[in-house]
């Protein structure tokens, strides 16, 4: 059911996403995971968690000193943290945009009624199939496609913005755009592209050919053009498109200056494949450097967004942040 505009808050929401600039920050509170996805390296680390006195000092340095105001608390499963909702609190209480990927797995109604209370703006639930067992097996978790559609459900009794991530690979290319239909005819939720990137895992389990993409790709935008919901910005989708036909890329990525993950212990890196920046206390400022060493959309989408913003390009991100718009609002 489509959900309408209810109050001002949500005409600030559109207004604050076309004139402020975005810089994003993906935050891992912990390497503990309730999943052993095959294609990640998070859990296969020892269990760090970060502290609260380190989690509010990050945070108090991020926004104040560079501007970052929109955080992403992430994992490992960032449920599993003891302090979770807390974060989630503090980082409200400072007005920021708070957003969380979960696995699903701890989907409860219990923990969605606190991530209501908790306001959070938005929850990303990784999905990898529909086929029970393929989704079963990548994540090495005993009903986590069960537990994740049943999250699906709850996450839109409370009515939380939320969205399915799809990592694309082998075992869902052909799959993929019946699973946007899917998610948004029966969860009315949204589907996101979760491009694999070597920076996180082990990519040998996910490859897919050329041609397969390429299809893949042509399919996805035209399900784009026929109004299903798809958080990924069309220009992006071109881009990867563009990539594998060998064509001069579009879009930089500035990684490392809109976007940065943020780790446990306070280490700063500006995306998965490039090296550390070190301790956050100890960082001056951060470089605006363009790169194209991945496809990765958590750096090369937000980058898109944020420079659009800086450069007022207002139809560039009105086109852009529709999709996102449209998740916020379930329209």
Known sequence: MKVPFRTLKDYKFLLNEIIAVPKFVNFFITSDCTCRCVMCNFWRQDKKYVTFAKFKECVDILADDFGFNNFSLTGGEPLLHPQYFTFINYIKERGFYANSPTNGTLLTEKNVRKLKESRIDSIGLSIDS?????????RRHPNQLKKAL????????????????????KHNIHEFCNMVRFFDEKYNTSTMLCFPDEGVGPLKEILFSKDEFLSFIDELLELKKQGYRIVNATKYLQELKNAYLGKPREIPCFGGYYVVNVYWNGTVKPCFNRKSFGDLTKIERFEKRKCNMCLNQCFIEQSYISESVAQRKFLTILKTQLSVFKMQMRL
Do not use: F, T
């Open 130 to 138: 529909l086929n029970p067992k393929i989704a079963d097996d990548n």
């Open 150 to 169: 049943n999250g699906l459900d709850l996450l839109n009794k409370y009515e939380i913005p939320c969205y399915a991530i799809v990592i694309l690979a």
